[in-house]
């Protein structure tokens, strides 16, 4: 097993207590990289739709600094806008999250495909920014 695939794991087992609202038997994903000088950590659970994005610091004993749950897209709730939706091929970069966000509308039209990131500066935040769709 590479350090990268099992980076992650251990990552968890470590901090996994820092992940409040999560029970880390529900953690089905987690990854985490650096963005300046803090660690950026990506947390999908099993039967959610929503990707928690966490800025955590390294030099004062992994506290979460700042918190985002993307749960919704252009207005809409994964929960009840969507027939079906979630995040795929997620890594952190030097500029925040980046991954994929497929989502499939409630009327029978196909699965949409976005390239997005997540930008992250220091501590905030930002919300979640995609391209245009594809099938």
Not at 4 to 12: H, M, S, T
Not at 21 to 32: K, L, M, P, R
Not at 92 to 118: A, F, M, Q, Y
Request: glycine letters at 8%.
């Amino acid at each position: 097993m590479s350090f990268f695939k099992f980076f992650p794991v251990v990552f968890i087992l470590f901090i996994g207590g820092a992940t409040a609202a999560n029970d880390i038997g529900s953690v089905s994903e987690v990854g985490a990289g650096r963005v300046g000088a803090h660690v950026v950590r990506y947390v999908k659970t099993f039967n959610d739709s929503c990707l928690e994005v966490q800025v955590v610091s390294p030099d004062n004993n992994w506290k979460i600094l700042s918190a985002s749950n993307f749960c919704s897209f252009e207005g809409k709730s994964f929960d009840s806008d969507y027939a079906d939706a979630g995040f795929d091929n997620i890594s952190v970069k030097n500029d925040g999250v980046h991954l994929t966000l497929s989502t499939t509308p409630l009327r029978p039209t196909g699965e949409e495909r976005r390239l997005c990131n997540i930008p992250v500066e220091g501590t905030t935040i930002k919300e979640l920014k995609c391209s245009e769709a594809s099938k």
